[in-house]
Nanobody, 123 residues
Framework: HVQLVESGGGSVQAGGSLRLSCAFS????????MGWFRQAPGKGREGVAG????????HYADSVEGRFTIALDNAKSTLYLQMTSLKPEDTAIYYC?????????????????WGQGTQVTVS
């Protein structure tokens, strides 16, 4: 049984920081790639950051490059997204995801497993 459970969302003022966590279990242990996505009101879901586990290489959307950091703690089975210098346009529901479908890149909204999401509001 695969589970991804996000936490750490909340409300913060512009310029502030938040750290999102995604506790995972089940098949996700062997997923070669994990990512963070977000969906703002009235917009589609977009890739924010992705991490390929074999190479430990991380990738970011241009809009968050230099402000967000994705990290994986295998011992704790937890994926993190450290967000700094937050802007109002970062307001969205944030989702973690694991195991992109065959042929997909980290930023494609095409993963086999998704969390339920956590709200981030920046004012």
């Amino acid at each position: 049984h695969v589970q991804l459970v996000e936490s750490g969302g909340g409300s913060v003022q512009a310029g502030g920081s938040l750290r999102l966590s995604c506790a995972f279990s089940g098949y996700t242990y062997s997923a070669h790639c994990m990512g963070w996505f977000r969906q703002a009101p009235g917009k589609g879901r977009e890739g924010v950051a992705g991490l390929y586990r074999v190479t430990n290489s991380s990738h970011y959307a241009d809009s968050v490059e230099g402000r967000f950091t994705i990290a994986l703690d295998n011992a704790k089975s937890t994926l993190y997204l450290q967000m700094t210098s937050l802007k109002p346009e970062d307001t969205a529901i944030y989702y973690c995801a694991a195991d992109p479908k065959f042929g997909s890149n980290w930023y494609d909204v095409s993963y086999n497993y998704w969390g339920q999401g956590t709200q981030v509001t920046v004012s």
